[in-house]
């Protein structure tokens, strides 16, 4: 009752209340469904102009969290709860983001990739650190809040790159996996320094006893020392028992879900209990967990599932709530000139930094801008950063909005960027030539083979030993099934990520077991230069020749055999066969011709 005279004003007489808790938690309950139903409409609005999925939900936010009717329905306790929802949230972002990223690369010679990221950092970082602090972007400026803020304007989101080149189909291409590996080195490094940063300029410590400071320093960073040094040893271990009790195409044991589950918990949860952050904390314990393994993979899977799903319309709300227009102070010209220079450290620091590297690595110039241009694009940790000084008052409400602004800007150009890219790659090379009479001897032979059943099984053995050749380059065999998707087996798909179904069906399991453990113990006997793929078209008989054919496009498969769709008697003879896939056979055949 009284938090309600805090935040509304006036109470509502002893008769009403009823009606005006009623009237409250409605406007809280309407105010996260506009939040879901516009950010889903918005990004499927912006789908065609291949915007990533952070544009739409930045602007949705902004505009429900500054709505006069919306912000009043909320009191401090439902605050409380959508700040806790959005930390929860951000921690397992974190953990996903750090658990695809590779922390040995550190320690390798650096490759082209890690040399444009470098490039592309470091100018940010000086710029942002020498400008920053003229211009009091800070309450109270600090050294710790001056280097979070560099490092941070100086990182990529690699998230937003990744599904960017992947949905526009150039993952593959050199610039694509330029793009990809440059923007997870650099997001990967900026966090970790502002991981490290964390240690000597915790947010949460208000003590002015210096001795004080450096005790808990010390403290955490031997916390977060022994979680790593915990994690990147016992955790191998675990993740392998876990996997190969629960092979490839059996269902996940409940009682191993539960123990991975807690124990990912766990790793992530030591160093906070002596006062680091758990979002950090939870990014260090992902980078050291194996990537890689059925464990690993359905960890990340569900989360990336859930985080568009649910998290990231609460999460922008939330960022809307707390960037509050009425206290943006647009009339300074003061405002705009820190927002253009933030602007101008962003964009200007990468584009410089990869050109000049560009220059050293033989790169055109146009090529090198563009990459610069992409890896400024920022990410949903960064929008977090921008929310948290407000809450932690460390910047000002203006500062923070424009910090957020400069995010929405620096996404906003990629995907004309990369359409750039596209159409100067094909005036160079119209056409990719795969087909068998333009491969390279030197070069693996890259088959997609695909089988109805068992009973395919030994011409597809017979098949592989003629095509074997020399061992070296030797050829690569994506085998894949053909299953016909019916209502029985959809019934039986479990969601294991965004793009990610394991068929649960005990006849469609069973018979790529007994494919699988046929053609793989022939590949280990006699297979030598052999290597084999599992893959699987699931799909109705309309829709697979499409499925193939998109199959053999992203693997860039240079043979494509398909079965016949009649199978031979004992007595030489053909049966009737299966119009469905003699459907899928034509269709195939004439969508290549």
């Known amino acids: 009752m009284d938090s309600v005279h805090a935040v509304n004003g006036s109470a509502p007489a002893c008769p009403d209340f009823i009606s005006y808790t009623v009237k409250n938690a409605a406007g809280k309950v309407i105010s996260i469904v506009l939040a879901f139903v516009f950010s889903n409409l918005s990004h499927q609005l912006l789908k065609p102009l291949s915007q990533p999925r952070i544009a739409s939900d930045i602007a949705v936010g902004l505009v429900l969290g500054n709505i006069g009717l919306i912000r009043h329905a909320f009191d401090e306790q439902f605050i409380d709860i959508l700040n806790s929802i959005a930390e929860f949230g951000m921690i397992c972002y974190m953990f996903v983001l750090g658990m695809e990223m590779d922390p040995y690369v550190i320690f390798k010679a650096p490759s082209r990739s890690a040399m444009v990221a470098y490039a592309g950092m470091v100018p940010t970082i000086i710029l942002a650190c020498s400008m920053t602090l003229l211009l009091h972007y800070y309450q109270h ?3 710790g809040f001056t280097f979070s803020l560099s490092t941070t304007l100086s990182g990529s989101s690699s998230h937003i790159l990744t599904r960017l080149i992947t949905s526009l189909k150039i993952g593959k291409s050199d610039i694509g996996k330029l793009v990809i590996a440059a923007g997870m080195h650099s997001d990967m490094i900026s966090v970790l320094l502002v991981s490290v940063g964390y240690l000597g300029f915790p947010t949460a410590v208000t003590v002015n ?4 400071n450096i005790r808990m320093t010390l403290t955490m960073a031997a916390a977060l020392l022994l979680q790593v040094i915990f994690t990147a040893t016992v955790s191998p271990i ?14 996940m044991k409940g009682s191993h879900l539960v123990l991975s589950v807690a124990y990912m918990a766990f790793v992530c949860s ?21 990537s890689e393994g059925r464990v690993s993979k359905w960890a990340v899977g569900k989360i990336n599932y859930l985080l568009p799903t649910i998290f990231y319309p609460v999460f922008f ?5 707390h960037a509050d227009f009425s206290k943006f102070e647009a009339s300074h010209w003061e405002t705009w000139g820190r927002f253009l220079v933030l602007v101008f450290i962003t964009i200007f620091g990468k584009v410089i930094g990869t050109v000049i590297c560009g220059v050293m690595l033989g790169f055109h110039q146009r090529e090198s801008a563009e990459l610069g241009l992409l890896l400024a694009a920022k990410g949903h940790f960064h929008v977090f950063l921008a929310v948290i000084g407000i809450l932690l008052n460390i910047t000002s409400t203006t500062t923070s909005i424009s910090i957020i602004i400069v995010i929405f800007l620096s996404v906003l150009p990629t995907p004309l960027v990369v359409s750039q890219i596209i159409k100067r790659a094909r005036k160079r090379a119209p056409t990719q030539r795969v087909a068998l009479e333009w491969l390279d001897p030197s070069n693996e032979l890259r088959i997609l083979l695909c089988i109805q059943g068992v009973h395919n099984v030994l ?5 592989m030993e003629i095509s074997q050749g020399a061992s070296d380059p030797g050829i690569l065999v ?8 019916t209502d029985q087996i959809a019934s039986t798909l479990v969601q294991e990520g965004m793009d990610t179904v394991t068929v649960m069906d005990k006849d469609v399991t069973e018979m790529r077991d007994q494919i699988s453990t046929a053609v793989q113990a022939y590949v280990e006997e006699n297979g030598n230069g052999i290597t084999l793929r599992r893959m699987l078209a699931l799909s109705t008989f309309n829709g697979m020749a499409k499925d193939i054919c998109n199959l053999a496009e992203d693997l860039m498969i240079s043979l494509v055999i398909l079965p016949f769709h009649k199978n031979r008697h004992a007595n030489g003879t053909l049966d009737g066969g299966n119009p469905g896939f003699r459907y899928v056979n034509r269709k195939v055949i004439i969508t290549n011709q």
């Open 317 to 321: 709300f939330w960022m809307g709530f």
């Open 270 to 290: 030591g160093a906070p209990i002596y006062g680091y952050s758990p979002i950090l904390s939870a990014f260090v314990a992902g980078v050291f967990l194996p």
């Open 478 to 485: 994506y085998l894949t099934d053909m299953v016909e998707l």
């Open 238 to 251: 675990f993740m392998n028992w876990v996997n190969n009790e629960n092979p490839e195409g059996k269902p």
């Open 209 to 212: 006893d210096f001795a004080a």
């Open 141 to 143: 400026p600090t050294i």
């Open 459 to 463: 011409s597809t053995i017979n098949l």
